[in-house]
């Protein structure tokens, strides 16, 4: 090609990007914002202000976030404020009445159903924005900006994410906090004429619960997350009333049913729910609640008292047998009907004790799963505490003692336990330590779990595993108080 028309070429396109660089983009940008509503930037939004014929509710966003200052001042739903300015930014107009002051009554206009007005933190805020009514077709709605006299049809969803109540944007949170804080637990429950108070400690996160109250006792740490994690994952249904001096007895709160503590450390206030009565209508059934450090009464889901209210029984630790895995050398089990084994530790794991080079081949897994069920093995329930006879459990004999041992012999722990029927009714197993003064209950497809002979280990010709037993619901002794 001539030089000189290649220089001609490159001086076109240069020229032509020039064009689409300096005129389409801007002009494609100003297309783009004259289709939406208001134009703004979410992050520079800090107030929001909606005006109804009957209540006004304004939120300002400070550096601890968003606030709902009016008709109560509470705490804002940060998910629900930020989904309400995505809605206020992204709506799109979809067509432009012109020519129309004498008819903004039609379109619900004068006067309008709500106003939104925004502030933003340098000053520049957008025009308020009028809301009208939906069209009766078409699924839109009308609006109008104060700084132009024309209406605009938009999304019938604008304006129904625009019609809030104040429980809309409320934070609907109950208690605040992480659970690696927590260091203590207080759990009231006031039954009929009786009232036990619990108390759960640990003075950091690396060390497990103590129960301090109404004695000392192990605490269970499932059991104890579980409770933290209902409590943390409360959220209210409905506000009830926001009154200082209101009266709390046709809530039931004047005398609690259940108070939950949560205290997080020396610097931090504890935080208190009080559960009280229940509300009931033809959809849900709620209960009453309320924090005592807050005026406000609200209603949460009913479950939220199953979850809450657990009791001594279930919050003590009910391991049967601890020991230190990695000191245990060999895990002797003696069954009642002579089929034991004895498993040994060795450099590349556990193994079962043969007879023979015939005995057939380890189920390694299987040995493997074993040794992890023993560490730690518990009991769902405490049947009994002190004072009761072994025999009457069928566990004097017992039919099943595991004992574990350390490399020189010397005793790690041990079990003893017995499956059984009562009063012709299938029941969980009955486990305890070897003259230990607590009787737990373990679920058949747990016990089941410990409950082995030599065959489950091995692959032998002919030979079968002991079976699943079927888990039947089950009754077991009343626990002990």
Known sequence: MNPRST???????????????????PGDTQKTEDERLLVLDEEAVTGITLTFP??????????????????????????????????IGGAKITRTLEDVDDKLASYGLEPPAAVLTLTTNDGTNPPALSIGEATSVGFSSYAQRSDDPNVYITAAAFRSGMLKEAKDLRDKRVLLFE??????????????GEVETLVLERPDASTDWQITAPATYPGDGSETRALLSSARGIRITDFVSDEADVDLTPYGLDAPRLALTIGTGEDDPPQTLVLGGAHVDEEKKEIYAKRTDSAAVYSIPEFALKNLGKDLATLRDKTVVRYDADAAATIEVTRVDGDGFTLVKGDDGWHIQTEGDDAGTERAPTISRFVDDLHGFKGNLIVREGGFDPSTFRLNPPELQITIRDGEGNDLGALIA?????????AIAYVMAPGGEILYAAKPYVFQRIDKKAADFLDTPGAAATPMPAEAPTEPPTPAA
């Open 418 to 426: 017995s499956g059984g029927t009562v009063e012709g009714k299938d």
């Open 179 to 192: 659970d690696q804080d927590v260091r203590r637990i207080g759990l009231v429950h006031a039954g009929e």
């Open 7 to 25: 220089v001609l070429v490159l001086l076109v396109l240069a020229a032509l990007g020039a064009y689409v660089y300096w005129v389409e983009l």
């Open 54 to 87: 009957d209540r006004k509710l304004v939120l300002a966003r400070s550096d601890d976030g968003w606030r709902l200052t009016e008709p109560v001042d509470a705490g804002a739903d940060a998910a629900a404020v930020k989904n309400l300015l995505h809605m």
